[in-house]
């Protein structure tokens, strides 16, 4: 079993549709936690983290983490066509540097 | 600021050769650190660089190496190269290690036949 599964999609939403893309961990040392996303052909662009639980909000972006459910969540409002990219989650512990990456959503806004 | 930058971009090499990827970070970033991304396994960690030394590494055979220049500059290296190396080589920086806010390269995309 991975340390942290996502789904990889694809996911097509139409535009303006509210997209929530979520991710599952086994580890409960994970602390830090972060959403990247990838457009074709480029690297990783962090977008969000949090640390520990709760929601954080930045624009149209809303970043949730439930330790609890070892679940975390990105929700994207209003999406634009511009939103498409592939979404990964990634995690890391308090004491260790190494960040585990999920495999990627891959997200589609059709205009 | 200039971002990260990795050279080359494309690469083809043929089983058994060797191959050094080159990443010089975001000035005034001293850590450096590498991933291996590819379809079915996506985005698995390498290792890191510090100050000129490796403080982490991720589960890879000793084929792969890299290390870090006193300028942060680094580079990794794939000995004995086989087919399932073909992959997107990406390399972060970031101020000092376990930093959320890394920054990513455009990555080396490497062809092993």
């Known amino acids: ?111 | 600021k200039a971002g990260v930058t990795q050279t080359p971009r494309y690469l083809i090499k043929t089983r058994g050769q060797q191959v050094t990827l080159s990443c010089s970070p975001i000035s005034g970033h001293r850590s450096v650190s590498w991933y291996q991304q590819t379809p079915g396994q996506g985005l698995q960690f390498l290792f890191e660089y510090f100050s000129e030394t490796q403080r982490n590494k991720g589960n890879f055979p000793g084929r792969f190496s890299g290390r870090q220049f006193s300028n942060s500059r680094s580079e990794m290296n794939v000995s004995t190269l086989e087919l399932g190396d073909s992959a997107l080589y990406l390399c972060a920086s970031s101020l000092s290690p376990g930093q959320e806010t890394q920054y990513f390269g455009p990555g080396t995309r490497l062809l092993v036949l």
Do not use: H
């Open chain 1, 1 to 111: 079993q991975k340390e942290v599964e996502q789904d990889p999609g694809p996911l097509s939403v139409p535009e303006g549709a509210i997209v929530s893309l979520n991710c599952t961990y086994s580890n409960s040392a994970f602390q830090y936690f972060m959403w990247y996303r990838q457009y074709s052909r480029k690297g990783p662009e962090l977008l969000m983290y949090t640390y520990s639980s709760g929601n954080k909000e930045d624009g149209r972006f809303t970043a949730q983490v439930d330790k609890s459910s070892k679940y975390i969540s990105l929700f994207i409002r209003d999406s634009q066509p511009s939103d498409s990219a592939t979404y990964l989650c990634a995690m890391r512990d308090s004491s260790a540097s190494k960040i585990i990456f999920g495999s990627g959503t891959r997200l589609s806004i059709r205009p």
